[in-house]
């Protein structure tokens, strides 16, 4: 859901003020971005429950 809101939120604010960049290029750039937070977020949690296993 933060996804599309992001992404949103970047047509209408960020991308008439990128000068010229088109929807296209925004979203092989910056857009697509948006989804290495939820991997990354993942991976830290996973991360995070094998060290809580590993000491318990």
């Keep these: 859901m933060w996804l599309l ?3 949103a939120l970047d047509a209408v ?3 008439p003020l990128s000068g010229g960049m088109d ?5 092989a750039q910056i857009g697509l971005r948006y989804l290495s937070i939820p991997i ?3 991976g830290i949690g996973y991360a995070a429950e094998q060290a809580v ?3 318990g």
């Design 5 to 7: 809101i992001n992404w």
């Design 13 to 15: 604010i960020l991308l």
């Design 40 to 42: 990354i977020a993942v």
């Design 23 to 27: 929807a296209g290029t925004y979203m």
């Design 53 to 55: 296993r590993g000491t």
